[in-house]
């Protein structure tokens, strides 16, 4: 497993790191998520993402008891705030000062850690002044309870405001974490030029379009049983958007390019993602430990450029790249 540099900072992170959103606490048992976090670590996985609001706290506390016999300092674990969550009371969400002092001990409390390695801030909060934001997260890192600060689809002009902010009051944002995928590139145009110059990372969500680039999905046929799309408690919303017969088409035609570099398609997106080099990291989740095994082999890939143009080829105008697609909620989520 190779590591990259967070950013401009010093942080080393792994390439692939392991994400628990829909998972823990909702979609798969406690003991298959134990058995993920253990098939990540067994595969040289030293870096975890969670957050607050993935069910409700619980993916938290899951991932804290998967995690609580392991060396701290040989772990980055990263979490989040700004969804609404516990009783979703007026100031349980958001990026107000009181949201994220609270949020942060909540956080903790819940993963069983005195620190996380990375704090990020879950969208843009129009509604709360950006300098009360900053001062906050600033505040965050001196208690030493976040040891870098970033946020998550954040758009270009907000990671420049951020940044400068931060800059003043003595950190630095260090990452972004976007939705980025051969199939969704609305990051290309502006935020990843934007990210490069102010010294921030992508660390990049759903890479395999949440299962949709493994090609498991077949056009005209039932989603395999136990898959996302036939996830109930939120997994079959989510994924809803990529399960458009043209897509998985297009998704089909990618077989032989894998093929070609000896890759199964799941290792294919992986690897794609990981080919810009202002990604960090690329958040994988997995539903079973034998997934995380099999994803963890797309770390140390190169894909030659005549690839690469066959894989947009292949793609073709069901490729997503509008940059104004980067948007967070105009008002705080209650
Ligand atoms: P992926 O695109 O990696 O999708 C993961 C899902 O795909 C798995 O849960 C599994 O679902 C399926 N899968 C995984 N491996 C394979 C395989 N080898 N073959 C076939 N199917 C496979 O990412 P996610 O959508 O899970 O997101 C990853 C992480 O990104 C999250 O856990 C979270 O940390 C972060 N995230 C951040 C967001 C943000 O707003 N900042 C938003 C969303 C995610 P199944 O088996 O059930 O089909």
Redesign the pocket.
């Known amino acids: 497993m190779d590591y990259r540099f967070l950013g401009a900072s010093g942080l080393k992170i792994t390439e692939i790191t392991y ?5 823990h606490g909702s ?1 798969i048992e406690n003991d298959t998520a134990i058995a993920c976090v253990n098939a990540a670590l067994d595969a040289g996985i030293t870096t975890f ?2 957050a607050d609001v993935y069910a409700n706290g619980a993916a938290e506390t899951v991932l804290g008891q998967a995690l609580k016999s392991q060396r701290r300092e040989s772990l980055e674990v990263f979490t ?1 705030v700004y969804w609404p969550v516990g009783p979703k009371g007026a100031n349980d969400t958001g990026l107000s000062r009181k949201h994220i002092m609270e949020g942060i001990n909540g956080s903790l409390r819940r993963l069983g850690m005195d620190y996380v390695d990375l704090y990020q801030a ?1 969208r843009f909060d129009h509604e709360t002044p950006l300098e009360e934001t900053i001062q906050a997260f600033a505040d965050v890192v001196r208690a030493g309870k976040a040891l870098y600060i970033g946020v ?2 954040w758009n270009a002009q907000q990671l420049r405001e951020g940044q400068a902010l931060a800059q003043s009051a003595g950190f630095s944002l260090v990452s972004n ?1 976007p ?1 980025y ?1 051969a199939l969704w590139r609305v990051i290309e145009a502006e935020v990843v030029p934007a990210a490069s110059e102010l010294g921030m990372s992508q660390v990049v ?7 949709v680039l ?1 090609g ?1 999905y077949l056009p005209g046929r039932p989603a395999p049983a ?4 036939t ?1 109930e408690h939120g ?1 079959q919303r989510n994924i809803a958007g990529f399960m458009d017969p043209t897509v998985l088409e297009r998704v089909q035609l990618l077989r032989p390019i894998a093929a070609e570099l000896g890759l ?1 398609l ?1 290792q294919l997106a992986i690897a794609w993602v990981l080919q810009n080099p202002n990604v960090a990291t690329a ?6 430990p034998e ?1 995380v095994a ?2 963890v082999k797309a770390s140390g890939v190169a894909i030659p450029p005549e690839l690469m143009k066959a894989i947009d080829e292949a793609l073709g105008d069901v490729v997503e790249r509008d940059p104004a697609k980067t948007v967070s909620p105009e008002k705080r989520p209650a």
Do not use: F, I, Y
């Not at 994400?19 to 998972?23: F, V």
């Not at 136990?226 to 799309?229: K, L, T």
């Open positions: 994400g628990n959103w829909l998972t979609q993402d969670t989040k879950h998550s689809e974490q939705q995928s969500w759903s890479p395999m379009a949440q299962g493994s498991k136990g898959s996302r799309a996830d997994g199964k799941s958040l994988v989740g997995a539903s079973r997934q099999e994803n």
